[in-house]
T-cell receptor
């Protein structure tokens, strides 16, 4: 069975500072990993995904994440936070070989960016 | 990417009534899913909407409470039956176009049950 743990339900950073949102997963088969962002009163938008190949993946809005199998982690980073990055971020995992596109989501991390 | 439209976008409903949410995708998709997002919480998968057959429900969700239809490759409905205040949530439709494993989401339908 697949599961996701996001460390820190709330993260606060200053504008221009590094953003680091932590995600650890559990999966019985090679996972597909995703980060989604949800702005207030909106649906989810895909930031980036890891399926196979290069473990460092780049997404939209300057975000990137690195798949570390040994640490079962897929942390999301951005070198310099912008006010517009304030949103809820969800890490998700799918076990494509066994359960197709069914995603299991983490609890989410609310990112606040202070001026 | 696929564009997914949901309606209604929000509604306020009375206890004991039922509401049907519609989900329309702008292109044919292989997989469609319905998720629930309760206030301040993450997303929980309700069911996989199967084209031409009964939906596949996750543990804790049953067809009598959440009947789902998927008559073709671009459309699905979710009904929330006999609603109670505990059903107040955002319900999101998602789709996996071309079986890529990447889900696209609608804007969600925000239900408030009084």
């Amino acid at each position: 069975a697949q599961s996701v743990t996001q460390l820190g339900s709330h993260v606060s950073v200053s504008e221009g500072a590094l953003v680091l949102l932590r995600c650890n997963y559990s999966s019985s088969v090679p996972p597909y990993l995703f980060w989604y962002v949800q702005y207030p009163n909106q649906g989810l938008q895909l930031l980036l995904k890891y399926t196979t190949g290069a473990t460092l993946v780049k997404g939209i809005n300057g975000f990137e994440a690195e798949f570390k199998k040994s640490e079962t982690s897929f942390h999301l980073t951005k070198p310099s936070a912008h006010m517009s990055d304030a949103a809820e971020y969800f890490c998700a995992v799918s076990e494509r070989e066994t359960s197709g596109s069914r995603l299991t989501f983490g609890e989410g991390t609310q990112l606040t960016v202070n001026p | 990417s696929a564009v997914i439209s949901q309606k209604p976008s929000r509604d306020i409903c009375q206890r004991g009534t039922s509401l049907t949410i519609q989900c329309q995708v702008d292109s044919q998709v292989t997989m469609m899913f319905w998720y629930r997002q309760q206030p301040g919480q993450s997303l929980t998968l309700i069911a996989t909407a199967n084209q031409g057959s009964e939906a596949t429900y996750e543990s804790g969700f049953v067809i009598d409470k959440f009947p789902i239809s998927r008559p073709n490759l671009t459309f699905s409905t979710l009904t929330v039956s006999n609603m109670s205040p505990e059903d107040s949530s955002i319900y999101l439709c998602s789709a996996d176009r071309a079986n890529t494993g990447e889900l696209f989401f609608g804007e969600g339908s925000r239900l408030t049950v009084l």
